[in-house]
């Protein structure tokens, strides 16, 4: 199904600062499993109710072309990225817009079967000993969509591998999608949370280059 993109620019960053959020419509949101919870992982609709949770690695519609995540695969973040995704969430409801989660805590199976189907360091990150980013639960991948859930303009589509692709990429980028990604970023770092500078869709939360043991938890 083509989705219809939403051709209006993000509110600049006053606006997300001095607006009010309003609260979002929470629905229950089933407990982590035990294995999760140990790790320290928690479901982002405990922390954005209103996200959008689009996985693509749990469909085949991403670059190696497979479902590599289960089908009721769930978004989990470590806690350390509660205040900050909250953040921004509050902030970019505050304006009209929602968080689009794209990929959250993946696997370190998954990072090796990504790394088996596209063998390229400057595609896919080669999986070694430790965790840290998405596989330690502390990076997300995102995009921004109108508050009824139609996705904005943000230059590319998810896992583009291009220079158009850069957060500040500006050549063959229009107008409408720069300043689409400046006020996703705006809303992020609100939250202490910092953009990878290759990937417009990526934000670490803290201590996300930090080497760690292997996280044992699935996706559920």
């Given at each position: 199904?083509?989705?219809?993109i939403?051709?209006r620019?993000?509110?600049?960053l ?25 790790e320290?992982?928690?479901?982002i ?5 209103d ?23 769930r ?5 350390s ?6 953040t ?9 817009y ?31 000993s ?13 995009t ?37 990604r ?5 809303a992020?770092?609100?939250g202490?949370l ?5 990937e ?5 939360g803290?201590?996300?280059g ?11």
């Amino acid at each position: 199904m083509v989705r219809r993109i939403l051709v209006r620019a993000v509110l600049p960053l006053a606006a997300l600062v001095v607006a009010t959020p309003t609260a979002a419509v929470a629905s229950p949101v089933p407990s982590v499993s035990a294995t999760a919870a140990a790790e320290g992982l928690v479901d982002i609709r405990s922390v954005v109710p209103d996200a959008i949770v689009d996985l693509r690695y749990a469909t085949s519609d991403n670059f190696v072309k497979q479902r590599l995540y289960p089908t009721n695969a769930r978004c989990l973040v470590h806690s350390s990225m509660v205040n900050g995704l909250r953040t921004a969430g509050d902030r970019l409801r505050s304006a009209g817009y929602r968080l689009v989660m794209w990929d959250c805590y993946r696997p370190h199976s998954v990072q090796v079967r990504m790394y088996q189907v596209v063998p390229d360091p400057n595609w896919v990150a080669k999986p070694t000993s430790y965790a840290r980013s998405h596989e330690a639960g502390r990076s997300v991948d995102v995009t921004l969509a109108s508050s009824d859930g139609r996705r904005l303009d943000m230059g590319t589509k998810f896992d583009d591998f291009s220079a158009r692709a850069h957060a500040y990429a500006t050549d063959g980028i229009s107008a409408v999608a720069v300043a689409n990604r400046s006020g996703l970023r705006s809303a992020m770092q609100a939250g202490g949370l910092s953009q990878y500078s290759g990937e417009w869709w990526h934000f670490d939360g803290p201590g996300a280059g930090v080497e760690r043991p292997i996280l044992q938890a699935g996706l559920n």
